[in-house]
């Protein structure tokens, strides 16, 4: 399997456009999650989904963030408007309940907003 | 609400000594987890401890698990270069799947 899959890896984009992050799962895990991490916040949980419903996302910021996972094989993250304090890396991390929730993280998308 | 600490936050160590990452939590946990990320990557899961007691054993890092001190510890034995990284702990609450990740804990491997 090619692990986590998240697309871009790095944006860069100028404060008030629209961002939208992607994420593919390792096939069969049935959890998907959003972190964010930065130096001053460290990793924090945005949101999490089971089996395509999203489950907690007391972590989303604010409004002008929202996820989605339309099927079990991919997920957007979007920031709408994108602000400068959204600069972060973003992770995408996917597991299944079968095996103990093990989390296994994407590469990031290192996110830039000038 | 989970609160997860590791420290130290910095840790320089020359190769060949031993040395302790502590990672203690707040209120009970289901699981501990902990994570490896080297600079500008991603994060790799090391190890899943699940009960009190637990111990598991990678190479030169061995984590173990006391959930009546609610604490976990990760142990460097004779340090290499290769291990230069930061360590995360993380925890989750019962009834959920929300990890807590400790601050995490930048150890650099001195020759």
């Known amino acids: 399997d090619a692990g986590v899959i998240q697309s871009p890896r790095h944006e860069v984009t100028e404060m008030g456009q629209e961002v939208t992050l992607r994420c593919k799962p390792i096939s069969g895990h049935d959890y998907l999650f959003w972190y964010r991490q930065t130096m001053m916040r460290g990793l924090e949980l945005l949101i999490y989904?089971?089996?395509?419903?999203?489950?907690?996302d007391s972590g989303m910021p604010e409004d002008r963030f929202s996820a989605k996972m339309p099927n079990a094989s991919f997920s957007t993250l979007k920031i709408q408007p994108s602000e400068p304090r959204d600069s972060a890396v973003y992770f995408c991390a996917s597991s299944f309940s079968g095996t103990l929730n093990e989390q296994y993280f994407g590469p990031g998308t290192r996110l830039t907003v000038t | 609400e989970l609160k997860v600490e590791q420290n130290p936050l910095f840790l320089s160590m020359q190769e060949g000594k031993n040395y302790t990452i502590y990672c203690n939590y707040s209120t009970t946990s289901d699981r501990l987890y902990w994570y490896r990320q080297d600079p500008g990557k991603s994060l790799e899961s090391l190890f899943v401890l699940l009960s009190n007691g637990a111990v598991k054993q990678e190479g030169r890092l061995m984590a173990s698990l006391d959930t009546k001190a609610r604490l976990s510890t990760l142990h460097i034995t004779a340090a290499v270069h290769d291990l230069s990284a930061t360590y995360f702990c993380a925890g989750i609450s019962p009834g959920n799947e929300k990890l807590t990740f400790g601050t995490g804990t930048r150890l650099t491997i001195i020759p």
């Open positions: 989904f089971n089996n395509n419903v999203p489950i907690d």
